[in-house]
């Protein structure tokens, strides 16, 4: 279902029920991991995440990296964010 790359490819699977009955099957999100900022991104409006973590961590979809390392929950928190913390290294 997912990347071995993903943050969610060794994740735990939960099935909740729903109001009406209905059962879904769920990944279970990871608990953030803090990094250490090495350094700041002055966000302009409207920029994409998915290129701030290009140009920082050369991988497209560590976006979610930048929001781990800045404590927030989902991307658009971070995106409306004017200065965007950048934790260390390449992605992994």
């Known amino acids: ?9 060794s994740q ?8 009406d009955g209905r059962q879904v099957t769920t990944v279970v999100p990871p608990a953030p991991v ?4 090495v350094g ?3 966000s302009i409006g ?7 973590a290009v ?19 989902v991307a658009p928190a971070l995106a409306a964010r004017a200065l965007i913390g950048i934790p260390p290294g390449a992605a992994t």
């Open 40 to 42: 700041y991104h002055r």
């Open 55 to 73: 140009q920082y961590l050369n991988d497209p979809t560590g976006f979610w990296r930048l929001c781990d390392a800045n404590n927030a929950l």
């Open 1 to 9: 279902m997912f990347t071995p790359d993903s943050r969610y490819a």
């Open 46 to 52: 409207g920029e994409r995440l998915d290129l701030v």
């Open 34 to 37: 803090s990094a250490p900022i």
């Open 12 to 19: 735990p699977t939960i099935t909740l029920t729903m109001p």
